[in-house]
């Protein structure tokens, strides 16, 4: 007779969903291999609410062909503390109603952290997706979510080099890290053929668009620390409309640099800036971008498995393989920097860049197996 096992994976927030859609799709692809070891596998999709519009968060679900949420906990948003508390709270009455025996959370968000301290002090056992990433600034917010969670993980799945050697010298033993590659790239590859058979039709505002520009640079720019101040801003949406002159700027604006945007009398002349859009939109864009600019930390890797340039307007990343392998140029929050990497791109001088090792496309393969071994060994 089968034992029962269940697999409770979160997610809470935009860049969630693109790593957790393989590792569903991969668990569900492995059940019949798990029946064979003894085990009864049942999958859950835990959404925290973290991101809960229609933009943000329900279009990546139909975007990725992820199964609906078993349980949505609607926490919503709030600050980085009134909004970890209510997904501890939420989160507590579903592991105690549904009993998981191992709760899988995936990159730095609040929801990351909040679920797994949350899972530790029941004594479930957590698998961390994407562990190991370091910018060391322990100004971001992201970085105190990662290493706190890495801290407290009981399996840590590691996109690159880097996180192997980040983990080992914070002291992680080396048995409970594993390289696997990248998830992203899982996700962007399984849907790179849908964008490019026309399977997938983008929406008006980004089909026109780059229909109708024979080159064309895509933005996206929402972290605090460059948006939340006109001292920061001002400068930079002055670099991003020195590059619009030369090129069209596509712009999905987050809700926040919106906001901030109009508080700022920044009226985004010569940038085309739409509202948010899910991901085959995105990935429709940024495969036939002229060069990406981004903050985000997900472009940074998709850019680099696409070949595409990216002009990343950080201080520092915590993915140095797209910078030091890819196609990924850490241009700094100076304006003369990222106009001059700009011109470095445009001219045709881009830097060639490379694939990482293991992003093939089968990181969750390796991640379902790992994890139905460690069910396995537990039984």
């Not at 562990?131 to 399996?155: C, Q, V, W």
């Not at 926040?256 to 991901?279: C, S």
């Amino acid at each position: 007779m089968s034992e029962k096992r269940l697999i409770a994976i979160v997610a809470g927030a935009r860049p969630n969903f693109m790593k957790v859609a393989p590792v569903v799709h991969a668990l569900h692809a492995g059940r019949e291999a798990a029946r064979s070891a003894g085990i009864d596998l049942r999958v859950s999709i835990v959404h925290t609410g973290q991101h809960y519009d229609e933009n943000m968060s329900d279009i990546f679900f139909r975007d990725l062909r992820i199964p609906k949420p078993d349980r949505h906990l609607e926490v919503g948003s709030g600050s980085h503390a009134s909004q970890t508390a209510r997904i501890m709270v939420a989160f507590e009455e579903a592991l105690l109603a549904d009993r998981p025996d191992l709760v899988v959370v995936v990159g730095d968000v609040n929801s990351t952290i909040a679920c797994a301290l949350t899972a530790r002090k029941l004594g479930v056992k957590v698998a961390h997706v994407e562990a190991g990433l370091r910018s060391f600034d322990a100004e971001m917010p992201e970085e105190i979510n990662r290493k706190l969670t890495d801290a407290i993980s009981d399996l840590l799945f590691v996109t690159e080099e880097s996180g192997i050697r980040n983990l080992r010298a914070e002291g992680v033993p080396a048995e409970r890290i594993f390289l696997v590659g990248n998830v992203m790239i899982d996700t962007l590859k399984r849907n790179l053929s849908r964008v490019e058979s026309g399977e997938f039709s983008p929406s008006p505002a980004v089909g026109e668009f780059c229909r109708g520009a024979r080159r064309y640079a895509a933005l996206t720019l929402h972290r605090p620390s460059n948006v939340d101040s006109p001292d920061t801003l001002l400068p930079l949406w002055g670099a991003i409309s020195e590059i619009a002159r030369r090129i069209p700027v596509l712009f999905p604006v987050h809700p926040r640099t919106r906001a901030k945007l109009q508080a700022f009398g920044i009226d985004g002349t010569g940038v085309t800036m739409i509202d948010p859009v899910g991901y085959l939109d995105m990935l429709y864009a940024v495969r036939g971008a002229a060069v990406v600019l981004t903050d985000s930390g997900g472009l940074q890797e998709e850019t680099t498995a696409l070949g595409v340039p990216c002009i990343t307007i950080r201080e520092n990343t915590e993915r140095p393989v797209t910078v030091e392998l890819g196609t990924n140029y850490l241009a700094g929050t100076k304006p003369e920097a990222i106009l001059s990497a700009a011109r470095e791109i445009l001219s045709g001088k881009a830097k060639r860049g490379a694939v990482p090792p293991l992003w093939d496309g089968e990181a969750a393969g390796r991640i379902a197996a790992i994890l139905l071994r460690s069910l396995g060994s537990a039984l």
